[in-house]
Antibody, heavy 122, light 110 residues
Framework: EVQLLESGGALVQPGGSLRLSCAASGFTFRNYAMSWVRQAPGKGLEWVSAITTGGSNTYYADSVRGRFTISRDNSKNTLYLQMNSLRAEDTAIYHC???????????????WGQGTLVTVSS | QSVLTQPPSVSAAPGQKVTISCSGSSSNIGNNYVSWYQQLPGTAPKLLIYENNKRPSGIPDRFSGSKSGTSATLGITGLQTGDEADFYCGTWDSSLSAGVFGGGTKLTVL
């Protein structure tokens, strides 16, 4: 059974940093691109970032480029999101999501984690 | 302001059919596959349609997808009260080199 379990969400002050983790199991993690998708309270889905299978290529939404860094450790089956210079508008539930297709980024996600809440407030 | 445009809400009676539109451009829908997600309150999104019109295992054939040019459509027939949810379209945008979602459509089954 595929499982994605996010952790690391917390209350943080504006300008602060946080690192999210997503522990994957039930599939060959190294074969799939992965993404982070967030959802602000009462709002829609927003794609945040994606990473290719080996981690050599990364992609970001304009709203987080230069502040967030996506990475992965295939030996630990874990996806990460390093979040710096956090703003109030970054407040959201952050989901990690698995691509459906081996080795490709298509923004088609067949499995999602339940998410971890990040709250940016003073 | 989302890159993909969806109606904020749609409604229909039980047993009826509803369609949800998703409008984009040549850099996203026009040249990439579209997927559709259903999000029930308090839960993670669930993949309903991928590659424009394919259903994952376990998704009933009441749900269908289509694409024409720079627009895509999700169709739901035989509406049930349990279908009430938020629906999102998504795709890759080749110009932005980023994933994009629609703003979401709330389905009400009256």
């Amino acid at each position: 059974e595929v499982q994605l379990l996010e952790s690391g969400g917390a209350l943080v002050q504006p300008g602060g940093s946080l690192r999210l983790s997503c522990a994957a199991s039930g599939f060959t993690f190294r074969n799939y691109a992965m993404s982070w998708v967030r959802q602000a309270p009462g709002k829609g889905l927003e794609w945040v970032s994606a990473i290719t299978t080996g981690g050599s290529n990364t992609y970001y939404a304009d709203s987080v480029r230069g502040r967030f860094t996506i990475s992965r450790d295939n030996s630990k089956n874990t996806l990460y999101l390093q979040m710096n210079s956090l703003r109030a508008e970054d407040t959201a539930i952050y989901h990690c999501a698995k691509e459906t297709t081996v080795a490709h980024i298509t923004t088609t996600f067949d499995y999602w984690g339940q998410g971890t809440l990040v709250t940016v407030s003073s | 302001q989302s890159v993909l445009t969806q109606p904020p809400s749609v409604s229909a009676a039980p047993g009826q059919k509803v369609t949800i539109s998703c409008s984009g451009s040549s850099s996203n829908i026009g040249n990439n596959y579209v997927s559709w997600y259903q999000q029930l309150p308090g839960t993670a999104p669930k993949l309903l349609i991928y590659e424009n019109n394919k259903r994952p295992s376990g998704i009933p054939d009441r749900f269908s997808g289509s694409k024409s040019g720079t627009s895509a459509t999700l169709g739901i027939t035989g509406l049930q009260t349990g279908d009430e949810a938020d629906f999102y379209c998504g795709t890759w945008d080749s110009s932005l080199s980023a994933g994009v979602f629609g703003g979401g459509t709330k389905l009400t089954v009256l």
